[in-house]
């Protein structure tokens, strides 16, 4: 059954987003901008446009959901007859290239987990050709690059990427993709454990700036948090929204939620808050809307 909007965390790096599925599935992620092509667009489509699901075998939505504490690290616990697991979501703050960590721990029993890969480029309609060696598997397709590391071996599936594995208490597996160039070389192993918690630090002081200590002091930080993750740091501009082609109501098309990382202007700053106040007016298009999406043509005529 399809998710809705608000089964979905984001994750994002202030470069670009992702969207995490309560079924712990990435269906949506533009890499290496908000502006560019999706290389996961399952959220416009289906699983075939492109998603990363990482969750107990046999399909289980999450029995929680938070983030760790002030910062954009998003935590799921799925809870099985056969155990619990939590996976751990995060992108660290852009450094050379954008990167996906995942991490999942099994916290109680042993269960059986899955990683499915779909990768599609340009929305959904571009399969990429695959290259393993060892733990590593690379995806190439035109100017796109995407790497997946991992602590378990992926399988070949046609152009997907499937794996199999089961944790016992205690045990974790973690995972990391990076989208590069076809002429970048190859990039370096990271320690994803590591990266998640320096990732965690660097929002957590981030967040400790805001100067607001009044009632509603944790809302107040996770929007200022949520605006951070949808601002283009290069620009300083805020996108509309970290998805695109989405219409304004069901079916309708509205004014379309196109996030451009180039086109939005930053707003003023807030003084007690340290961060910019107001959202830019999103751009229409031509019609009204976006036009593009891997679902089908554009409802709008």
């Known amino acids: 059954m399809p998710l809705q909007l608000e089964d979905y965390g984001l994750i994002g790096d202030t470069h670009t987003a992702a969207l995490v599925g309560y079924d712990g599935s990435i269906d949506w992620l533009c890499v290496p901008r908000f502006d560019s092509g999706a290389c996961f667009a399952a959220l416009l489509g289906d699983e075939r446009h492109g998603r990363w699901l990482l969750a107990p075998a046999g399909g289980h939505r999450a029995s929680g959901r938070r983030y760790r504490g002030d910062s954009l690290v ?52 571009v399969a990429p050709w695959i290259r393993d060696t060892g733990r590593r598997s690379t995806a190439l397709a035109g100017p796109d690059t995407l790497t997946l590391d991992s602590d378990v071996e992926h399988d070949r599936d046609d152009s997907d990427l499937v794996a199999h ?9 973690e995972f990391r993709l990076t989208w590069s160039e076809p002429r970048d070389q190859p990039p370096k192993h990271v320690d994803v454990g590591a990266a998640i ?32 993750a949808m601002t283009y740091q290069p620009s300083g501009g805020i996108v509309a ?39 830019p007016r999103p751009r229409r298009g031509a019609n009204g809307c976006c036009a593009r999406s891997p679902a089908g043509p554009n409802r709008c005529s």
């Not at 990167?99 to 309609?125: A, F, P, Q, T, W």
């Not at 930080?221 to 605006?227: E, H, K, N, P």
């Not at 098309?253 to 007690?272: D, E, H, L, Y």
């Open 74 to 125: 998003l935590e799921t616990d799925f809870t099985t007859a056969d155990g619990t697991v939590r996976v751990v979501d995060c992108m660290p703050v852009r450094g050379e290239r954008p990167d996906v960590y995942r991490r999942v721990e099994c916290l109680s029993g042993r269960v059986s987990m899955l990683s499915e890969v779909v990768i599609r480029l340009d929305y959904g309609k």
């Open 165 to 173: 594995f089961e944790l016992a208490e205690g045990q974790h597996a």
């Open 197 to 228: 918690r320096r990732t965690e630090q660097w929002w957590h002081d981030w967040a400790s700036q805001c100067r607001y200590d009044g009632r509603y002091r944790d809302a107040v930080v996770r929007s200022l948090i949520t605006l951070k």
């Open 241 to 279: 929204a970290p998805t695109t082609s989405l219409p304004e109501q069901l079916g309708g098309c509205g004014t379309g939620t196109t996030g451009s990382a180039g086109s939005a202007t930053p707003p003023s700053p807030c003084s007690r808050c340290s961060m910019p106040a107001t959202k």
